[in-house]
Structure formats: structure tokens, C-alpha cells
């Protein structure tokens, strides 16, 4: 948060304790749209404000924003290479030092972005826009429709998935994006994919859709609004979805079942780097964390310091 007097940097740091599950670890006030974790030492959350948290391996620490417009997704390519996007376009880029916007050729909200390698990228967002990054810029290509694009996930240069509103789902074939039948009309929020024969797809209702390289089907739904908006494939026997009211979600390979969080507020963004070790982002800023039985680390807040300009 900043003004033209002073800004505030939060701190979260490391508390050990004896029991696992998804536990609170702090609290920045600025809504959180996403994260990517490379590792469990290095990783970034983004969201309202502009907003962006670096994780070190023990603490969430604020990072000079070049932006002050909503960021929505981020994706971390290496511990220099880092992109974000967000409302009206917005395009930041890490380079190991700082956060740099880059030329955008939309003024789109962007809610998407994925890599296959550094040199190629692609983001998506508001009314379908498709953007493709090669050769060290970002330009737009047509799309296929005109529904919003809310999530993407690349596996290879010629194998690609993105999901939105009523129900879209695209692959992408190395040349274009080919329509999939959906098995459903639901609003997805966002797709993962463990290969190009496993993936999951999530979105309002409580639906999880799941695809076996042929074709998607659903394999969770509820019966109430409450939607899922985030969803990270560790394995193919071990998924997690988070969504709204604190809703976190776990498939063990045979069932998707509740897993107890400490919050009700919407939770947007959820990445393991590791299995049973793991970060959940959402509405408030709110941080928290998964971890086995032995190694769990709750909330603590390590430190609030007012920095002087």
C-alpha cells in the first residue's frame, strides 16, 4: 500500500508447529488473484492494486509494483523470469532485479498467461483476446471466440488448454485453437494439466471436469452456486481446487473431498511445489498454507515497517 508519504511492507514469517492442514499465514489487506511457486524457496502472488509478494522459502515480502491496475494471473518461468497480467491490457515483466511493464497490444483485462519455453508465451482474457508471445513481443491473434478466456495451461509447444464462460474449453493443436466438446455449460474459472492425457478444468457449482486424452467429463459437482476458481495438479491421484467461502477441495485419486480451511473468504489462487506442501491466495490478501503433520508452519506475522520516502 502506498501514498505519496509512506508505504507498507508486510513480512510473513516461519512458526513451527505439530499438526497439518491448510492453516492462516497472514493477511496483506490487497485481494489475491494468483500464485506460482518454482520451488519451495522461490514464488509470487499477485492481485488488486497491482499488488506482488515474493516468497524467499520463510517469508511472503511486498515487491515494488510497476502498476497500480488489478494483476490476475502470474507465471514463473525461472528466478529471473517472471510475467504478470492484468486489467486493461497490463503486461509486467520480472528480470531478476525489478518489475518492468511491457508493450501490450490490447486494452483487454487479461485473466490468463502460460509458458512453453521463454521465447514462447500466451495470455488470454475479456471476450476471448488471445495474445502470443514470440520473438520478444507480445501481439494479438485471432481467436476462436468470443467468450472470456479465464484459464490456460500449456504442456508442450503443440499441446495447450484454455477454459471460460458457459462452459468453453479449447486445445490448441500448434497451429490453432480447436473447439472441445464440454459436458458442460457452467462457467469454468480455470484448467490444469498434469499431461496431455490428464487435466482438470473447475468452475462454478462446485464442478470439476477431468480429461483422459480423449474427452472431458465431470467428475465433481454441487448442488449450490459456490464456485471453484483455482486448481493445481500435483499428481493424477492428487488435485486441489479452492474457490469461495473458504472452499478447498482434494482428489486422492478415487474421491474429491472437503479439506478443512481457516477462512470463508474466496480463495483465487492455489499452487503445490511440492506434494503435501502447499500455498492458497484469495480475497483480503489472505495467505495460507498446506503442510504434512510434522512440518506445518501457521500464521505469523513477522514484522509491519513503515519505509520513508
Not at 471476450?127 to 502470443?132: F, I, K, P
Not at 465431470?218 to 493424477?236: D, E, K, W, Y
Amino acid at each position: 500500500m502506498k501514498s505519496a508519504f509512506f508505504c507498507i511492507l508486510l513480512v510473513f514469517t516461519v512458526a513451527g508447529a505439530a499438526f497439518g492442514g491448510w492453516h492462516m499465514w497472514g493477511m496483506t489487506g490487497n485481494h489475491l488473484n494468483d500464485i506460482d511457486l518454482l520451488s519451495g524457496s522461490h514464488g509470487w502472488a499477485v492481485g488488486a492494486g497491482g499488488v506482488i509478494l515474493r516468497f524467499d522459502g520463510s517469508s511472503w515480502r511486498s515487491v515494488t509494483s510497476p502498476t497500480t491496475r488489478d494483476l490476475n494471473a502470474v507465471k514463473a518461468l525461472s528466478t529471473t523470469n517472471a510475467w504478470a497480467v492484468g486489467h486493461s491490457g497490463t503486461i509486467i515483466r520480472w528480470n531478476g532485479t525489478r518489475w518492468r511493464t511491457v508493450a501490450s497490444p490490447t486494452e483487454n483485462h487479461l485473466y490468463s498467461v502460460d509458458f512453453v519455453t521463454a521465447g514462447n508465451g500466451w495470455a488470454g482474457g475479456r471476450n476471448g483476446v488471445l495474445l502470443r508471445y514470440t520473438g520478444g513481443s507480445w501481439a494479438s491473434v485471432g481467436s476462436p471466440t468470443s467468450r472470456h478466456v479465464r484459464g490456460m495451461d500449456l504442456v508442450t509447444a503443440g499441446a495447450g488448454w484454455f477454459v471460460g464462460n458457459a462452459g468453453t474449453i479449447y486445445r490448441y493443436n500448434g497451429t490453432n485453437w480447436l473447439s472441445q466438446t464440454s459436458p458442460t455449460g457452467r462457467d469454468f474459472n480455470d484448467v490444469a494439466m498434469y499431461s496431455t492425457t490428464v487435466g482438470f478444468a473447475v468452475g462454478a457449482y462446485e464442478t470439476v471436469c477431468r480429461y483422459n486424452g480423449t474427452r472431458w467429463t465431470i467428475v465433481n459437482q454441487g448442488a449450490v452456486i459456490t464456485p471453484l476458481i483455482a486448481v493445481c495438479v500435483i499428481s493424477p491421484t492428487d488435485v486441489w481446487a479452492v474457490g469461495a467461502q473458504g472452499l478447498a477441495l482434494h482428489y486422492n485419486g478415487s474421491s474429491w473431498l472437503p479439506g478443512s480451511t481457516p477462512v470463508t473468504l474466496e480463495l483465487r489462487g492455489v499452487d503445490f511445489p511440492a506434494p503435501l506442501s502447499g500455498w492458497a491466495v484469495g480475497e483480503g490478501g489472505c495467505i495460507l498454507r498446506y503442510q504434512s503433520e510434522t512440518t506445518v508452519t501457521p500464521a505469523s506475522l513477522g514484522g509491519v515497517k513503515a519505509l520513508f520516502r
